[in-house]
């Protein structure tokens, strides 16, 4: 009841304050004795996450993740107290990454970043019919807050559920964008005398997991882990961003359109594998990026690495 209490607020909370405030782009966030900070600017994501569960605040995590190039650093050590079986025994008492749990703990809640690409109904991954999509530069973010577990017949095995925020970010390349002309959604060549320095669509999922996890005991230890099923997502948010230079205006920075006739709704098959508070994922959606007849057929693939708390 406590678990279902807390997503229910955290609905009532996340989705008025996303849907009404759409230019809101400061978030913090705590939640496990961490701290994660987001500062969403101008063609540019900032994420930290802080430890302060020792009285000084430490950072383990930094994420840039700006339009023309991006850039990560971890400090998964002593300071996130990591477990990893070849490191030595004084870092294997931390309890700040999951280290040494008994019990079973869900795997949802956390910052993940991964490497976004498109694909056909049929699963082959990197068909984009099309749309000039920069394989490079796209990229999704994941800041999971809530989560839960309901272990089925003993603790191997459990069902893990939660809400998260999901970022993602489809550059355009070839100096090209996406208009909606005549209720579709093309791709176009860049006006006349105008070369993009960059060309972006960015959408904002509110997402809640539906998982199977699957969780041995090794060593005593519920240290190994791996989840599989669905993440349905509710899209709140759709922009398209073009930056260039005029010889008139200078530099230009704009927000050239939203909506593009995306799907509402999306519906992820992940599957996840980990150890201790490190997981990698790989991410497919049977549900198109775009409304049926109103875009190009491509539907939304990735892989990437989550940092658990």
């Given amino acids: 009841m406590k678990k279902s209490a807390l997503f229910l607020i955290a609905l009532t909370v996340f989705a008025p304050a996303v849907l009404s405030a759409q230019d809101t782009r400061d978030t913090t966030v705590r939640f496990n004795g961490k701290t994660i900070y987001v500062h969403d600017s101008i063609g540019r994501m900032k994420v930290s996450v802080m430890d302060g569960d020792s009285g000084s605040y430490r950072k383990v995590y ?6 023309e190039k991006s850039y990560e650093r971890f400090n998964v050590t002593q300071e996130v ?10 870092y294997r008492h931390r309890e700040g990454c999951r280290a040494g749990r008994r019990s079973m703990e869900p795997h949802w809640a956390g910052f993940g970043v991964g490497r976004l690409t498109t694909a056909d109904n049929n699963m082959n991954i990197g068909y984009t019919a099309g749309i000039p999509l920069n394989k490079g530069k796209s990229n999704e973010v994941m800041l999971n807050i809530l989560e839960g577990i309901l272990p089925i ?8 559920s939660g809400f998260g925020l999901n970022w993602r970010s489809y550059h355009i390349e070839q100096n090209k964008h996406l208009l909606v002309k ?6 176009y060549d860049a006006p006349a005398g105008v070369t993009y320095r960059y060309s972006r669509m960015r959408t904002l999922h509110l997402t809640v997991p539906l998982m199977i996890e699957f969780q041995p005991t090794m060593w005593r230890r519920h240290n190994f882990f791996l989840t599989a099923g669905v993440v349905g997502g509710w899209n709140v948010m759709n922009t398209y961003r073009v930056m260039y230079d005029d010889p008139s205006k200078g530099r230009v920075n704009m927000v050239e359109s939203r909506g593009l006739q995306t799907n509402p709704l999306t519906l992820d098959i992940m599957v996840q594998v980990g150890y201790s508070c490190i997981g990698f994922y790989a991410k497919y959606s049977p549900v198109g990026v775009f409304q049926r007849g109103k875009g190009a057929d491509v539907h ?5 690495c989550m940092l658990h708390f």
Avoid at 62 to 67: K, Q, R, S, V, Y
Avoid at 81 to 90: E, S
Avoid at 182 to 187: F, I, M, R, S
Wanted: proline letters at 3%; glycine letters at 20%; a negative charge.
């Fill in 81 to 90: 107290g990591m477990y990893i079986p070849i490191l030595k025994n004084k």
């Fill in 62 to 67: 930094e994420g840039i993740f700006a339009d």
């Fill in 300 to 304: 939304a693939a990735s892989i990437g």
């Fill in 153 to 160: 017949g003993g603790t191997t095995f459990g069902i893990t």
């Fill in 182 to 187: 005549d209720a579709v959604t093309g791709v």
